[in-house]
């Protein structure tokens, strides 16, 4: 790639946006709180978070504007994707709209997905038997694997649901509001409260995964749970949209890693979970380091 003085102001642009996309997740527990969101002025947490978003959207606003302006259908970005897209009478999105899909795409799927692709890292490199396993069914797929073949492998599903179950990058579920009187379980619970599901509580539930803080993925090719124990993208009618989307790129991101790289952790340490805002990612992040490239590669 040639580094021009454009590519290098795109590089800055993204690199802030996903900076400040980053700093706006981690105080984003602020969401689940109604009650904390008074805006006392920028050193106030609301006022925080409304100035960092502000600063994303004026980022974003400028992007769309330019790449309207200099609107080029050759490329794929989803930018791109985004303005050629129509609608059945032929309209485009305005720049709401545009602004909206970027938001969705950076906040609830950028950082989920990137989490999570680390903690799999972590636990494929930290448990080498499981790695050499992900090896060899890669292998059975020949040189030029469909993605398609990559995403419906069974050892390659079981390793990301057990990662997402040992370390969901959610911890809780977006809450829900009791609309009528209700009784769940021994609860009655009153219009007006507020329920969440805790995705980890349920995940480490010892009568549903015996000896839960271990990593196995077998687990998930023994038996198959129900979206009532295994819940990483939430559940029922609001559960995650990008599902489909977060668990094809973790499986096509971690294929092609181990297939055309060796790596191994930096330490034995351990990598404990942190909380950053509603999520929980890898105290900070997971240390790698590369042998070597492997000869036989995925073609790209
Ligand atoms: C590993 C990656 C991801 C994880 C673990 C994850 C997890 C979740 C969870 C737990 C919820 C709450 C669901 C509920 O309350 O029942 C959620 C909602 C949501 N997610 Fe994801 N997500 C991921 C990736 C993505 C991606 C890639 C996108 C978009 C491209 C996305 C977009 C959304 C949206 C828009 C919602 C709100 C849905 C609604 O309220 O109707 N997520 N996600």
Redesign the pocket.
């Known amino acids: 790639m040639l580094l021009t003085p454009s590519v290098i102001w795109k590089a800055i642009i993204n690199a802030m946006v996903i900076s400040l996309t980053h700093q706006l997740l981690v105080i984003s527990s602020l969401l689940y709180f109604p009650f904390l969101r008074k805006d006392l002025g920028a050193w106030s947490p609301w006022g925080y978070f409304r100035c960092l978003q502000q600063q994303i959207d004026q980022l974003l606003y400028a992007e769309i504007s330019d790449r309207r302006t200099q609107y080029d259908p050759g490329l794929t970005d989803i930018l791109t994707l985004l303005l050629s897209a129509r609608d059945e009478d032929g309209k485009g999105m305005n720049d709401q709209q545009l602004h909206d899909e970027l938001i969705?795409?950076l906040l609830?799927?950028?950082e989920?997905?990137a989490?999570?692709i680390s903690w799999a890292l972590y636990w494929v490199h930290k448990h080498p038997e499981v790695a050499e396993k992900l090896l060899k069914e890669l292998d059975t797929l020949g040189d030029a694997p469909e993605a398609m073949s990559i995403f419906k492998l069974p050892y390659l599903t079981a390793v990301c649901n057990e990662s997402?179950r040992i370390c969901?990058?959610?911890i809780?579920?977006?809450?829900?509001e009791v609309k009528e009187p209700v009784e769940l379980m021994d609860y009655s619970l009153e219009p007006g409260t507020r329920i969440y599901?805790c995705?980890y509580l349920t995940h480490h539930r010892k009568d549903l995964y015996p000896e839960p803080n271990k990593f196995k993925p077998e687990r998930f090719l023994e038996r198959q749970y129900t979206p009532y124990e295994f819940?990483?993208?939430?559940?029922?009618?609001?559960?995650?949209?990008?599902?489909a989307?977060?668990?094809f790129?973790?499986k096509l991101v971690l294929a092609t890693i181990l297939y055309n790289y060796q790596l191994a952790l930096a330490d034995n340490q351990s990598v404990k979970p942190k909380r950053r805002g509603v999520t929980i990612a890898p105290a900070g992040g997971v240390k790698m380091v590369l042998n070597q490239r492997r000869l036989c590669g995925i073609k790209n």
């Open positions: 969705t795409l609830a799927g950028h989920t997905t989490t999570a997402l969901p990058v959610a809780l579920t977006v809450p829900r599901g995705i819940f990483a993208f939430g559940g029922g009618s609001r559960r995650c949209i990008g599902e989307l977060a668990l790129e973790m």
